[in-house]
């Protein structure tokens, strides 16, 4: 079974100061993670996916997550936080070891405020 | 990147009646589709996957005759509720993957039932 955990149900971070956004996951065979974004009222965006590759990924608006295997982390980073960067963060984890489309498992999200 | 359109953004309805949520892929072939409810404050919560050409595979707890999910095309999904009841309300989303299953999602329908 695949699961994914934000212990963070929100986060607040001064504008300009660097954010992160802790994500947890659990798998059986090797992660494809992935990072969304929600605004009020809006569907899902897409941020950032780590499949392979450099540990280190770079996504879209400044944002950056690192795949830490050993700690089972994707957590998401940016230098500088923007006030319009205020909105539900979700991460979410696809297990590759069976072959399909396998359902994505979604974290509960993280409520990120920043503060002007 | 891919796009996925929903149809209504927002319906008003009253109770008893049925209402239709159309998902296309607009510029990609989707052999799966998925289907999300999602509640006030709460993640996404996948109701069922929806398969092209065959029957759609509900998640446990998921009313197969309450959400009538039909398939119809490689670019087309449709969720009906049926029946609706105040209780149905939420904002749903559809999703389409790519190879690397990276999710396309659609831009979501609140349904408000009366």
């Known amino acids: 079974a695949q699961s994914v955990a934000q212990p963070e149900d929100q986060v607040k971070v001064a504008e300009g100061n660097p954010l992160t956004v802790k994500c947890t996951y659990s798998?059986?065979?090797?992660?494809?993670l992935f990072w969304y974004v929600q605004y009020p009222n809006r569907g899902l965006q897409f941020l950032l996916k780590?499949?392979?590759?450099?540990?280190l990924v770079k996504g879209s608006y400044g944002f950056e997550a690192e795949f830490n295997k050993s700690q089972t982390s994707f957590h998401l980073k940016k230098p500088s936080a923007l006030v319009s960067d205020s909105a539900l963060y979700f991460c979410?984890?696809?297990?590759?070891?069976?072959?399909?489309?396998?359902?994505?498992?979604f974290g509960i999200g993280t409520k990120l405020q920043v503060i002007p | 990147g891919a796009v996925v359109s929903q149809h209504p953004s927002r319906v008003i309805c009253k109770s008893g009646t049925s209402v239709k949520i159309e998902c296309r892929s607009l510029?990609?072939?989707?052999?799966?589709m998925f289907w999300y409810r999602q509640f006030p404050k709460k993640s996404l919560m996948l109701m069922a996957t929806?398969?092209?050409?065959?029957?759609?595979?509900?998640e446990q707890g998921v009313e197969k005759d309450k959400f009538l999910i039909n398939h119809a095309s490689l670019t087309l999904s449709t969720l009906t509720v049926t029946s609706a009841h105040p209780e149905d309300s939420s904002f749903y989303i559809c999703?389409?993957?790519?190879?690397?299953?990276?999710?396309?999602f659609g831009p979501g329908t609140r349904l408000t039932v009366l």
């Open positions: 999703s389409a993957p790519d190879s690397y299953n990276e999710q396309f």
């Open positions: 780590y499949i392979t590759g450099d540990n």
């Open positions: 510029d990609f072939q989707a052999t799966t």
């Open positions: 929806s398969n092209e050409g065959s029957k759609a595979t509900y």
């Open positions: 979410a984890v696809r297990d590759t070891q069976s072959g399909g489309y396998q359902k994505v498992t």
């Open positions: 798998v059986s065979g090797n992660p494809y």
